[in-house]
C-alpha cells in the first residue's frame, strides 16, 4: 500500500476541496407547457418531449383505493 510521505495539512486538504462542490443542474424551459425541466428529459408536468406528447399524463391517482 502507498504511504504519504508528508501530511497534508488541513489548508491545503480544505484549498484542494475548495473547488469540488456540486453546482445544480441546469433546466430548460418546457416549449409546451413553459415548466422548467431537464435539458433531453422527458416534461415532469406534460409528458411531452421534442414538442410531441409521448407519456400520457393522469389528472390524480388515488393511492388510498382500497386501503382498508
Ligand atoms: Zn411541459
Known amino acids: ?4 510521505q508528508n ?3 488541513k489548508a491545503r486538504r480544505n484549498k ?3 473547488h469540488d462542490a456540486l453546482s445544480g443542474a441546469n433546466a430548460n424551459e418546457c416549449p409546451n ?3 422548467l ?9 406534460c409528458g411531452h418531449y421534442a414538442e ?9 391517482v388515488d ?6
Open 52 to 60: 410531441r406528447d409521448v407519456v400520457e399524463m393522469v389528472e390524480e
Open 7 to 9: 501530511k497534508v495539512s
Open 37 to 45: 425541466k431537464r435539458p433531453h428529459h422527458v416534461c415532469a408536468s
Open 1 to 4: 500500500m502507498a504511504v504519504q
Open 33 to 35: 407547457c413553459g415548466e
Open 16 to 18: 484542494r476541496r475548495a
Open 63 to 68: 393511492l388510498d383505493e382500497d386501503a382498508a
